[in-house]
């Protein structure tokens, strides 16, 4: 079944600032319950509409245009891999959260590689998924450290690029790029590395798009790949 408007919400104050808009794909009821009720006592977090398969999570996409879309992979008849890969390959303005029962599924790797901008296990906790959600909304990808870990691992044993390029694109980095370059390949959070840096979010964010546009690689997990394939990932001084 398919659900666009959705219970209503308790009433509060408008949010501040913008509203994150969220659709809601999961084939069990429960689940987009337990989710809606999580996001939906923030008043910077609406969600739009929700979907029990991929086929209708394509559909609703289209029709409401959230900025994100928390998938679960596992799902009958179009699966959470096949409707990211279909969103992404459409130019869906919105961005793709994978969520999975299992910390570790097989399939993560599968939809990240598919173009998912992030991953969250269901049972993570309530204050986690939101962090991920507003993460994800303000252009972050949303990976812990393990997860960033086994996906690392699994490009690793593709092939290597030509170490002349290696060299060249590295050594376009700053020193204080290097740094967070190594902390995102630790699967560090923007606000972490600020912390661990004593930097403000804000020039971590500009550090973290610069060094994107300097390796040519299209987002974080890439990045993180990038700086482990070539060995970038010493402590940062």
Not at 42 to 52: M, Q, T
Not at 73 to 92: K, Q, W, Y
Request: aromatic share 2%; glycine share 8%; with cysteine.
């Amino acid at each position: 079944m398919t659900t666009v408007n959705g219970p209503a919400r308790p009433t509060e104050a408008p949010a501040a600032g913008p509203v994150i808009t969220i659709l809601l794909v999961d084939d069990q009821a429960v689940v987009r319950t337990g989710l809606r009720t999580i996001l939906e006592t923030h008043r910077d977090l609406r969600v739009v509409g929700e979907a029990a398969d991929g086929h209708q999570a394509l559909q609703l996409t289209s029709r409401l245009d959230p900025d994100i879309v928390l998938m679960d992979i596992r799902m009958p008849g179009m699966d959470g891999i096949l409707a990211t890969r279909s969103l992404v390959e459409a130019g869906a303005r919105s961005r793709i959260c994978v969520l999975t029962t299992y910390g570790l599924d097989e399939n993560v790797y599968d939809a990240l590689h598919a173009g998912a901008a992030g991953f969250l296990v269901k049972t993570d906790p309530p204050d986690q998924i939101v962090t991920a959600v507003r993460a994800l909304a303000a252009g972050d990808t949303m990976l812990g450290p393990e997860t960033t870990r086994v996906v690392v691992r699994r490009f690793l044993s593709g092939s290597r690029p030509g170490l002349e390029a290696v060299d060249e694109l590295a050594a376009t980095l700053t020193s204080r790029e290097a740094q967070v370059l190594t902390l995102v390949a630790d699967g560090l959070s923007n606000a972490e590395i600020a912390r661990q840096l004593f930097i403000g979010e804000g020039t971590v964010k500009t550090h973290v798009a610069r060094i994107l546009t300097k390796l040519a690689v299209r987002d974080r997990v890439q990045a993180a790949v990038y700086a482990h394939r070539h060995h970038l990932t010493e402590p940062p001084r």
